[in-house]
């Protein structure tokens, strides 16, 4: 298996890390107080507000495409895990891995049918309380015994 991911994958990582920085929050906010600040001396003309629309537009444009490549394949990720998972352990059911590709029907019907179980489990519990003994009071009567 080779352990190195391509030249775009580590790109996208790498941005997606660096702009959920605290330092990319802080440079944008300079940006943006550095454009207002020279927004007096442009007059605040046309293009001194085109100049701000144009550039977060390109960069908000650019980065909605890197950030959800890099969160396709960390999703992907984590579903191979849980399908590793999954599959280790005895008694789950296999059917469960790979769900992300079968049909909403198909997806539906699982939940149902985990819906019953989760139902199934909460009656259990309340069969459970309801069986339970309560315990003995403790209050004294006036003759000083315990009941």
Avoid: C, Y
């Avoid at 929050?25 to 007096?40: N, R, T």
């Avoid at 489990?121 to 339970?132: C, L, Q, Y």
Wanted: glycine share 6%.
């Amino acid at each position: 298996m080779n352990k190195k991911p391509g030249i775009f994958t580590r790109f996208a990582g790498a941005v997606s890390t660096g702009a959920g920085s605290p330092i990319a929050s802080l440079l944008a906010f300079a940006l943006v107080v550095v454009w207002a600040v020279l927004g007096p001396l442009f007059g605040f003309s046309e293009t001194w507000q085109l100049v701000i629309n144009t550039g977060t537009t390109i960069i908000t444009f650019l980065m909605v495409f890197v950030i959800q490549s890099s969160q396709n394949r960390d999703t992907k990720i984590v579903q191979l895990k849980l399908d590793a998972l999954i599959h280790a352990m005895s008694g789950a059911k296999d059917k469960l891995m790979d769900l992300e590709n079968v049909s909403d029907k198909d997806l539906e019907s699982v939940h149902a049918s985990f819906q019953h179980l989760a139902q199934g489990a909460k009656d259990e519990i309340d069969d459970r309380a309801a069986k339970k003994p309560k315990p003995k009071s403790t209050r004294t009567k006036r003759s000083g015994v315990k009941t």
